[in-house]
């Protein structure tokens, strides 16, 4: 166990839809990060946020934003979704803002019909 | 732009025999290099890091990896594999100044042969 959260661990939803992706870090850790694992794209990283602040961009679209609360979690917002959209999102966590060990959640199943 | 190449998508070896997965990567500076392995179903765990110092690095699980800038590799060896080592290895590097994106290769799958 990390001590990374993600809920929900599975999503089904229909194109168009909108979905929100919820992640806890780890106790201490500032810096939260989101990767999209699919079979044909590997794993991509999609954004960074660094105690509330984005600090890093990846080839996240723009139907996907997210943020980071005051309290540390952050969210993974994917809109208009398409079929395309159906992968695995992982959320990391590390202590700092620049090239630490990152610590991955157990992941959310997204998939689109 | 930075790449992690892993050349082998699957390799299988007998329980007990040694193991060596590849990594490549590309990236002009000092790397930040890392390996984590993903069982099914399950998400990324750390196996070991290399940031600077020694080039040989240990990590957890019997893991060892070996940082070659010569060679522009970062492989990841363990002298005698056991079956619950059968997951997905990625390999990846860390962009310098730009947070702490990582850069992931496309995975090595390992089977391991009772």
């Known amino acids: 166990d990390s001590g990374v959260t993600q809920t929900p661990k599975h999503l089904i939803t229909a194109t168009g839809q909108r979905v929100t992706l919820r992640c806890s870090p780890r106790?201490?850790?500032?810096?939260v990060y989101w990767y999209q694992q699919s079979l044909d794209q590997g794993l991509q990283f999609l954004i960074q946020?660094?105690?509330?602040?984005?600090?890093a961009k990846g080839n996240i679209l723009e139907r996907f934003s997210a943020q980071q609360f005051p309290d540390l979690h952050s969210e993974l917002n994917l809109s208009s979704l398409e079929l395309g959209d159906s992968a695995l999102y992982f959320c990391?966590?590390?202590?700092?803002?620049?090239?630490?060990?990152?610590?991955f959640g157990p992941g959310t199943r997204l998939t689109v019909t | 732009a930075q790449s992690v190449t892993q050349p082998d998508i699957h390799i299988t070896v007998s329980e007990g025999a040694s193991l060596e997965l590849r990594c490549n990567y590309s990236?002009?500076?000092?790397?930040?290099l890392f390996w984590y392995v993903q069982s099914p179903g399950q998400g990324l765990q750390l196996l070991l890091k290399?940031?600077?110092?020694?080039?040989l690095v240990q990590g957890i699980k019997g893991f060892e990896a070996e940082f070659k800038r010569s060679q522009s590799s970062f492989n990841l060896r363990k002298p005698s594999v056991h079956w619950s080592d059968a997951a997905e290895y990625f390999c990846?590097?860390?962009?310098?100044?730009?947070?702490?994106?990582?850069?992931f290769g496309q995975g090595t799958e390992l089977s391991v042969k009772p």
């Open positions: 990391a966590s590390s202590r700092g803002g620049e090239l630490y060990e990152q610590y």
């Open positions: 106790s201490g850790d500032l810096s």
């Open positions: 946020y660094y105690n509330g602040e984005e600090r």
């Open positions: 990236y002009g500076a000092t790397p930040y």
């Open positions: 290399y940031f600077s110092g020694d080039t």
């Open positions: 990846a590097v860390g962009e310098g100044n730009q947070g702490g994106k990582l850069i």
